[in-house]
């Protein structure tokens, strides 16, 4: 994690609509301390080789039988993994807990690559419901649509959807960017807590409603805000940020970042910052 | 949780009874309870069909109360007397279940004193009355509905269905999907969601003379739709005044004789996927639906809240 007490960064992190407190919480102390880093061990992981390659088609399995065999060729080392026919099936790729390319030909159904921590994952067709939920690491791209629930509680890591996507993108956010390169739906980044917004294309009524914190930003027009949203002015931090996001997004090429409308929390939740501090990481 | 599904081929007929059986049979896990099939089948357009029940599946799973076979069979006596009174020509009479009927019959008068008068008769529902719909409605999943009833040979241009989970009324035919939009011949609708405004809006369509058969707060948007439409509204006018009219959270669908539509409350709580093609709609509330009969990759969205849409045949 970056240092955040330097005076610089601390600006530029207050003027995107994030907080730059020192995590000193309890949790924090608890959880997180350096000094037992080297004996941490993290259940379901696997340490694999991404020139090693596999196609997989799951067209005769269900999801239960889809990820154990994902899970399987994990362990047996492969780190590039290809899934043929999906045909949107729900919860594919599910709890994948470490680095791996996980590749998609075709479109999924609910709750695809949900939980996840650290792959990157593509997926050549449409999601539906709730992809990439309580996502807290690592980058999916969709080259097609997406359903509602779009990134729902996502905790960090990139989801990028190159199509449109439903209602309620980014419910509950509490990290990570969330980009968007089509239109989203009504109430997009309800209840948001931390973490990004990125939509090129138009946004349907009540965006940000019942936003705690977390930032917006939308290029195209916007049906309504949803109480306690509010527009704020776009900075040069702001601008440079989504330009390099968009770039590694591999969308919105020769799209005019500085037209775009940035949209945060208009209310102050008191002792909101000194709850859960390890909560905080994810949108740094 | 339901499970809602509609086809449509525009301008050739298919095999609508099996697709709609697949699309519903793939919904499975959101509703299994009871399964229904609004299907506009080819037929030839001369004579009405009239689906109606004399009882309920009192089989597993069922909330009605078990009646004797003998009692079914003097119900559907008392409907023959009454079309007889009615002047109603029947050409063709099936028995599909103990509790099922299919008549083909002749009747130029006003569906909805027709309707009435059958449905006087004790236990006695009218499924739906059209001149291509034929509307299926049981017990159990959608494999198992189509077989009872022999719904895999059905040819037609469209249909809709739904995979029921009950949580508003009971297990049993009278509150499963779709349902007829009586009094007009060939309307169906089916609905995922839940409907808030139920009570207020039954007390004032009765006041208007429409008629309920259940407790289920879908069976109101057929009923809403048919006010509208009686009172000279076209289906997209009718279903467009549904979003303000109608309070909760639902997505349905609705066809007539020549087109489906579909629309989606105002929080888009309800979920929908669509494709679209210049020869084929297809919808459903998750995506395998539309795999079952569409294996190969297609470009498919989620419609937006408060989005009606309607296509021609």
């Given at each position: 994690?970056?240092n955040?007490k330097?005076?610089e960064?601390?600006?530029?992190?207050?003027?995107?609509g994030?907080?730059?407190?020192v995590?000193t919480?309890?949790?924090?102390?608890?959880?997180?301390?350096?000094?037992?880093?080297?004996?941490?061990?993290?259940?379901?992981t696997?340490?694999?080789?991404?020139?090693k390659?596999?196609?997989?088609?799951v067209n005769?399995?269900?999801?239960?039988?889809?990820?154990?065999?994902?899970d399987?060729?994990?362990?047996?080392?492969?780190g590039?993994?290809?899934i043929?026919n999906p045909?949107?099936?729900?919860?594919?790729?599910?709890?994948?807990?470490?680095?791996?390319?996980l590749?998609?030909?075709?479109?999924l159904?609910?709750?695809?690559?949900?939980?996840?921590?650290?792959?990157?994952?593509?997926?050549n067709?449409r999601?539906g419901?709730?992809c990439a939920?309580?996502?807290?690491?690592?980058?999916?791209v969709?080259?097609?649509?997406?359903?509602?629930?779009?990134?729902?509680?996502?905790?960090?890591?990139?989801?990028i959807?190159k199509?449109?996507?439903?209602?309620?993108?980014?419910?509950?956010?509490?990290?990570?960017?969330i980009?968007?390169?089509?239109?989203?739906?009504?109430?997009t980044?309800?209840m948001m807590?931390?973490?990004?917004?990125?939509?090129l294309?138009?946004?349907?009524?009540?965006?940000?409603?019942?936003?705690y914190d977390?930032t917006i930003?939308?290029?195209?027009?916007?049906?309504s805000?949803?109480?306690?949203a509010?527009?704020?002015?776009?900075t040069?931090?702001d601008?440079?940020?989504?330009?390099r996001?968009?770039?590694?997004?591999?969308?919105?090429?020769?799209?005019?970042?500085?037209k775009?409308?940035?949209?945060?929390?208009?209310?102050?939740?008191?002792?909101?910052?000194?709850l859960e501090?390890?909560?905080?990481?994810?949108?740094? | 949780?339901?499970?809602?599904?509609?086809?449509i081929?525009?301008?050739?007929?298919?095999?609508v009874?099996?697709?709609l059986?697949?699309?519903l049979?793939a919904?499975?896990?959101r509703?299994?309870?009871?399964?229904?099939?609004?299907?506009?089948?080819?037929?030839d357009?001369?004579?009405?069909?009239m689906?109606?029940?004399?009882?309920?599946?009192?089989?597993?799973?069922?909330?009605?109360?078990?009646?004797?076979?003998?009692?079914?069979?003097?119900?559907?006596?008392?409907?023959?007397?009454?079309?007889?009174?009615?002047?109603?020509?029947?050409?063709?009479?099936?028995?599909?279940?103990?509790?099922?009927?299919r008549?083909?019959?002749?009747?130029?008068?006003?569906?909805?004193?027709?309707?009435?008068?059958?449905e006087?008769?004790?236990?006695?529902?009218i499924?739906?009355?059209?001149?291509s719909?034929?509307?299926?409605?049981?017990?159990?999943?959608?494999q198992?509905?189509s077989?009872?009833?022999?719904?895999?040979?059905?040819?037609g241009?469209?249909g809709?269905?739904h995979?029921?989970m009950?949580?508003?009324?009971?297990?049993?035919?009278?509150?499963?999907?779709?349902?007829?939009?009586?009094?007009?011949?060939?309307?169906?609708?089916?609905h995922?969601?839940?409907?808030?405004?139920?009570?207020?809006?039954?007390?004032?369509?009765?006041?208007?003379?429409?008629?309920?058969?259940?407790?289920?707060d879908s069976?109101?948007?057929?009923?809403?739709?048919?006010?509208?439409?009686?009172?000279?509204a076209?289906?997209?006018?009718g279903?467009?005044?549904s979003l303000?009219?109608?309070?909760?959270?639902f997505?349905?669908?609705?066809?007539?004789k020549?087109?489906l539509?579909?629309?989606?409350?105002?929080?888009?709580?309800?979920?929908?996927v669509?494709?679209?093609?210049?020869?084929?709609?297809a919808?459903?509330s998750?995506?395998?639906?539309i795999?079952s009969?569409?294996?190969?990759?297609?470009?498919?969205?989620d419609?937006f809240?408060?989005?009606?849409?309607?296509?021609?045949?």
């Amino acid at each position: 994690m970056a240092n955040l007490k330097t005076t610089e960064k601390k600006t530029k992190a207050q003027s995107m609509g994030l907080h730059s407190e020192v995590l000193t919480g309890k949790t924090q102390q608890k959880f997180f301390n350096p000094d037992e880093a080297e004996n941490f061990y993290y259940w379901g992981t696997y340490d694999v080789d991404f020139n090693k390659r596999i196609d997989l088609d799951v067209n005769d399995l269900d999801c239960k039988e889809a990820n154990k065999k994902i899970d399987e060729l994990m362990s047996q080392g492969y780190g590039t993994i290809v899934i043929k026919n999906p045909q949107g099936k729900h919860s594919l790729g599910v709890g994948v807990l470490n680095k791996l390319n996980l590749i998609f030909e075709g479109s999924l159904g609910y709750f695809g690559v949900g939980s996840i921590d650290g792959p990157t994952v593509r997926i050549n067709g449409r999601v539906g419901w709730s992809c990439a939920e309580n996502m807290m690491a690592g980058k999916v791209v969709i080259e097609k649509n997406a359903g509602s629930c779009f990134g729902a509680a996502v905790r960090g890591g990139d989801l990028i959807c190159k199509g449109s996507v439903g209602a309620r993108t980014g419910i509950d956010q509490k990290g990570g960017t969330i980009i968007v390169g089509g239109d989203a739906g009504a109430f997009t980044g309800f209840m948001m807590q931390r973490g990004r917004i990125i939509i090129l294309g138009n946004v349907g009524i009540n965006l940000g409603d019942s936003m705690y914190d977390g930032t917006i930003y939308v290029g195209g027009k916007i049906g309504s805000f949803g109480s306690d949203a509010i527009e704020s002015p776009m900075t040069k931090s702001d601008i440079d940020w989504i330009k390099r996001k968009l770039k590694v997004a591999e969308i919105g090429e020769n799209f005019d970042v500085s037209k775009m409308t940035k949209v945060v929390a208009g209310k102050k939740l008191w002792n909101y910052d000194a709850l859960e501090p390890t909560e905080k990481k994810g949108a740094i | 949780m339901c499970g809602i599904a509609g086809l449509i081929h525009r301008g050739k007929s298919s095999d609508v009874g099996n697709e709609l059986q697949l699309m519903l049979q793939a919904l499975k896990h959101r509703g299994p309870d009871s399964t229904g099939y609004a299907l506009y089948a080819d037929n030839d357009g001369e004579n009405f069909i009239m689906r109606f029940k004399v009882g309920e599946n009192v089989g597993e799973g069922s909330t009605s109360v078990n009646e004797d076979d003998s009692v079914y069979d003097k119900r559907k006596e008392l409907v023959d007397q009454m079309l007889k009174n009615l002047n109603a020509t029947v050409v063709k009479e099936e028995k599909l279940t103990p509790y099922s009927y299919r008549y083909e019959m002749k009747y130029d008068q006003d569906l909805m004193e027709f309707s009435k008068k059958i449905e006087s008769i004790e236990s006695v529902e009218i499924l739906s009355i059209g001149k291509s719909l034929e509307l299926i409605k049981d017990l159990g999943d959608a494999q198992a509905v189509s077989e009872r009833y022999d719904l895999a040979k059905v040819k037609g241009t469209h249909g809709i269905g739904h995979a029921r989970m009950a949580t508003e009324s009971g297990v049993d035919i009278k509150s499963a999907h779709p349902f007829w939009g009586y009094p007009f011949s060939d309307v169906s609708v089916v609905h995922n969601g839940q409907l808030t405004n139920y009570w207020n809006n039954r007390r004032v369509l009765e006041n208007k003379g429409m008629r309920f058969m259940s407790e289920c707060d879908s069976e109101l948007i057929a009923v809403y739709l048919a006010e509208k439409m009686r009172n000279g509204a076209s289906l997209e006018e009718g279903m467009k005044d549904s979003l303000s009219g109608l309070d909760g959270v639902f997505t349905y669908f609705v066809a007539t004789k020549d087109s489906l539509g579909m629309a989606k409350d105002t929080m888009a709580a309800k979920p929908l996927v669509l494709y679209e093609s210049d020869d084929l709609v297809a919808m459903g509330s998750e995506e395998i639906a539309i795999r079952s009969i569409l294996p190969q990759e297609i470009d498919t969205y989620d419609p937006f809240d408060g989005e009606v849409k309607v296509w021609q045949i």
